[in-house]
């Protein structure tokens, strides 16, 4: 199996990290101001898919990134993709646990 096919889970499951942590940006923004969105059902999946799944998706991938980059196999492709990934990581870290 060539390097490209090996890595396609990975960049998949990086940018589903990635739009699960603009929904939780989305989530905070509700938190701290209104509910702008309108309607109930989507401000549902917004809130499941950032609030709940975001942080443990994003630790899981950026987990995953982390055991790549040691062993010496990370993939040139999607590494700002990881660095914004990690970046919202340390934020819903302070958000989560140390902001509540």
Not at 66 to 85: C, D, E, M, Q, T
Request: aromatic fraction near 12%; charged fraction near 10%; glycine fraction near 4%.
């Amino acid at each position: 199996m060539n390097e490209s096919r090996r890595m396609k889970p990975l960049l998949f499951a990086t940018r589903l990290a990635l739009i699960c942590n603009l929904l939780f940006l989305v989530c905070v923004a509700i938190q701290r101001t209104h509910d702008f969105v309108g309607n109930e059902q989507l401000n549902n999946y917004i809130i499941i898919l950032g609030w709940f799944v975001a942080p443990i998706l994003n630790l899981l991938v950026n987990l995953w990134w982390a055991v790549l980059f040691i062993s010496g196999k990370s993939p040139a492709s999607g590494r700002w993709l990881f660095l914004i990934n990690a970046l919202l990581l340390v934020l819903q870290f302070y958000i989560l646990l140390i902001n509540n």
